[in-house]
């Protein structure tokens, strides 16, 4: 089993930044990508951007593209989400997500370990 503990959420102004963190603990040998995920009040959970483990492969949803920066500090099992240029939009509640399988995706059902969720939001 792998552990996902996220922080760093809280209320932001529009064009504010935040800096989300998720530490993971466990079997992390068997992680091979990371991600973030978020979900809005009414809406499905949708990708945001994820990192290869211990690589530097990344994805982002095209919303937050130019203003999102997902990184990792291998040595802490530490993954973040640097997020600048904030939008009412973006207000939501921020998943961490790893996954063992192989293969650049994604699609939720491609996560097996999940976090209890950050509150992120942004005030116009």
């Known amino acids: 089993q792998v552990q996902l503990v996220e922080s760093g959420g809280g209320l932001v102004q529009a064009e504010g930044s935040l800096r989300l963190s998720c530490v993971a603990s466990g079997r992390t040998f068997s992680i091979n990508r990371v991600g973030w995920f978020r979900q809005a009040p009414g809406k499905e959970r949708e990708f945001v951007a994820f990192i290869i483990w211990k690589g530097s492969i990344t994805s982002y949803a095209d919303s937050v593209k130019g203003r999102f920066t997902i990184s990792q500090d291998n040595a802490k099992n530490t993954l973040y989400l640097q997020m600048n240029n904030l939008k009412p939009e973006d207000t939501a509640v921020y998943y961490c997500?790893?996954?063992?399988?192989?293969?650049?995706?994604?699609?939720?059902?491609?996560?097996?370990?999940w976090g209890q969720g950050t509150q992120v939001t942004v005030s116009s």
């Open positions: 997500a790893a996954g063992s399988k192989l293969g650049l995706t994604t699609a939720r059902r491609d996560y097996d370990y």
